[in-house]
T-cell receptor, first 113, second 116 residues
Framework: DGGITQSPKYLFRKEGQNVTLSCEQN?????MYWYRQDPGQGLRLIYY???????QKGDIAEGYSVSREKKESFPLTVTSAQKNPTAFYLC????????????FGSGTRLTVV | AQSVTQLDSHVSVSEGTPVLLRCNYS??????LFWYVQHPNKGLQLLLK??????LVKGINGFEAEFKKSETSFHLTKPSAHMSDAAEYFC??????????????FGTGTRLTIIP
């Protein structure tokens, strides 16, 4: 079955560490997205990529970095510069957002300890 | 520019009674509109979408929504609530203004609680 796989499901990070969240899709979608979700705040866009080797900052990109070396993969690195990284992170992909919306992964919950 | 407003952050209904989750949108162009559902610690699942065809859209699990251009609304309804409907619901808009660089804009969500 086609879909989006996010791993790990739960991740714990010590202060000052960088961590990388994985997002893989086998839907042959060109566009991929990373969102952060905090209680009561809905979804906020971190980064998005419309095509391989290209990506754009979203609304809250500071403290995060991404790469898009393969169509199937869009990993997100949460750097030590991100002051409040504890959140639920969602990856999504689309073939045409206007007509089809997004397909979402099941999320990664990151906690700083 | 596009935006979406979910008018209620929290809605509670009794099991077996109707559900109404309200959404208003703003768009410079003819929009596409979506409703997504999220159960705790899960990703978002598409419930239904409107993309300029029939204004009354039927989705999964008995939900439906009506696109009303004159009211700029896209309210989500279900005739009879079930306990499994308890979740967070997101109204989403895309106006296609930036062709080839489209993104979705999400509302802040409505938490639906079902009272036994």
């Amino acid at each position: 079955d086609g879909g989006i796989t996010q791993s790990p499901k739960y991740l714990f990070r010590k202060e000052g560490q960088n961590v990388t969240l994985s997002c893989e899709q086998n839907l042959n979608h060109d566009a991929m997205y990373w969102y952060r979700q905090d209680p009561g705040q809905g979804l906020r866009l971190i980064y998005y990529s419309q095509i391989v080797n290209d990506f754009q900052k979203g609304d809250i990109a500071e403290g995060y970095s991404v790469s898009r070396e393969k169509k199937e993969s869009f990993p997100l690195t949460v750097t030590s510069a991100q002051k409040n990284p504890t959140a639920f992170y969602l990856c999504a992909s689309s073939i045409s957002p206007f007509n089809y919306g997004y397909t979402f992964g099941s999320g990664t919950r990151l906690t700083v300890v | 520019a596009q935006s979406v407003t979910q008018l209620d952050s929290h809605v509670s209904v009794s099991e077996g009674t109707p559900v109404l989750l309200r959404c208003n949108y703003s768009s410079s162009y003819s929009p596409s509109l979506f409703w997504y559902v999220q159960h705790p610690n899960k990703g978002l699942q598409l419930l239904l979408k409107y993309t300029s065809a029939a204004t009354l859209v039927k989705g999964i699990n008995g939900f439906e929504a009506e696109f009303k251009k004159s009211e700029t609304s896209f309210h989500l309804t279900k005739p009879s609530a079930h306990m499994s409907d308890a979740a967070e619901y997101f109204c989403v808009v895309s106006d296609g203004a930036n062709f080839g660089n489209e993104k979705l804009t999400f509302g802040t969500g409505t938490r639906l609680t079902i009272i036994p």
